[in-house]
């Protein structure tokens, strides 16, 4: 049974600082998603990494998928406040696309 | 605003009883999946439609069915409801059924069962 698990769980940091959400999933796939999530609303794409070594960045932002090592990052450079959410990951079956999710990364970013 | 809806946004409802969420994919969109999200299981897949015919199947409960007419909208129905099944359901559609076609989620429905 494929899972993806993500780490860490809980991450609380200060504003300015940078830090690295890892997500790893127990079989082959080449299709990796980002999403955020704020507290009670639906969840927001951010990244979609389709090929190994596949990096893609948006402000502050930056997610890469290594296939070999079955493991994608979700870096964050200079975290602000705004970046307060919830940080899930999901595998896309290849044939279907249903997606399996991490257990999600609660980020809070304090002044 | 991803273009997907669904109705309703919130939901109270006793135990033993049956309802029915609604969802309407962004036009142009062929595939249909169904997620559930509580604090104790997480964000789970439960059912996977395209044009019509179910496609995969996740950890959906028998008490829960769904289905998508010909005009692509599609509803899931629970019933013999337990406190247990208060959680938020969301619903996701994309272009195509495979993992390259990027799913855009609706606000979902949050139901509570007392």
């Known amino acids: 049974e494929l899972k993806v698990e993500q780490n860490p769980l809980f991450l609380s940091m200060q504003e300015g600082k940078n830090y690295t959400i890892y997500c790893n999933y127990s079989?082959?796939?080449?299709?990796l998603y980002w999403y955020r999530q704020d507290p009670g609303k639906s969840l927001e794409s951010l990244f979609v990494?389709?090929?190994?070594?596949a990096v893609k960045q948006e402000g502050r932002l930056m997610a890469s998928l290594d296939t070999k090592a079955r493991l994608s990052t979700l870096h964050i450079t200079a975290a602000v406040h705004d970046l307060s959410a919830t940080y899930f990951c999901?595998?896309?079956?290849?044939?279907?696309?249903?997606?399996?999710f991490g257990q999600g990364t609660t980020l809070q970013v304090k002044p | 605003d991803s273009g997907v809806t669904q109705t309703p946004k919130h939901l109270i409802t006793a135990t033993g009883q049956r309802v029915t969420l609604r969802c309407s994919p962004r036009?142009?969109?062929?595939?249909v999946y169904w997620y559930q999200q509580s604090l104790d299981q997480g964000l789970q897949f439960l059912i996977q439609?395209?044009?019509?015919?179910?496609?995969a199947k996740g950890n959906i409960l028998e008490r829960f069915s769904a289905q998508q007419f010909p005009d692509l909208h599609s509803e899931l129905n629970l019933s013999s409801l337990e406190l247990g099944d208060s959680a938020l359901y969301f619903c996701?559609?994309?272009?195509?059924?495979?993992?390259?076609?990027?799913?855009?989620f609706g606000p979902g429905t949050r139901l509570t069962v007392t």
């Open positions: 036009s142009g969109d062929l595939s």
């Open positions: 079989t082959t796939s080449d299709r």
């Open positions: 996701a559609s994309s272009r195509g059924q495979g993992a390259s076609y990027e799913q855009y």
């Open positions: 990494l389709l090929s190994n070594g």
């Open positions: 999901g595998h896309g079956s290849s044939n279907t696309g249903k997606l399996i």
């Open positions: 439609y395209y044009n019509g015919e179910e496609r």
